[in-house]
C-alpha cells in the first residue's frame, strides 16, 4: 500500500459566540448543540453562529491559534 493513508474525519465545527451582533468568543467544538447549551446556561442573550463546514481537528486548531481568522 502506498500513498495517503487514511482520511482525518471531519468532525469539529468552528463556530463564534454573538451577542446581538458582536463576536464575543470564537472557539470550537465536535458537539455544537451542546456547546450551545452551555454558553446560554451562562449568558442567555448569545447565540452560536457556524462557521464554515465541519473540518478536521488540526485546521480547526489552526483556525482557533489564527484567532477565528482565515
Known sequence: M???GMKKARDTY???LKV???TIYRGITKDIERRG???KSRQ???HIVKV???TTRERALEWERRGGRR
Open 52 to 54: 464554515g463546514r465541519r
Open 44 to 46: 442567555p442573550q448569545s
Open 20 to 22: 446581538g451582533r458582536k
Open 37 to 39: 447549551a452551555e454558553h
Open 2 to 4: 502506498g500513498g495517503r
Open 14 to 16: 468552528k463556530y463564534q
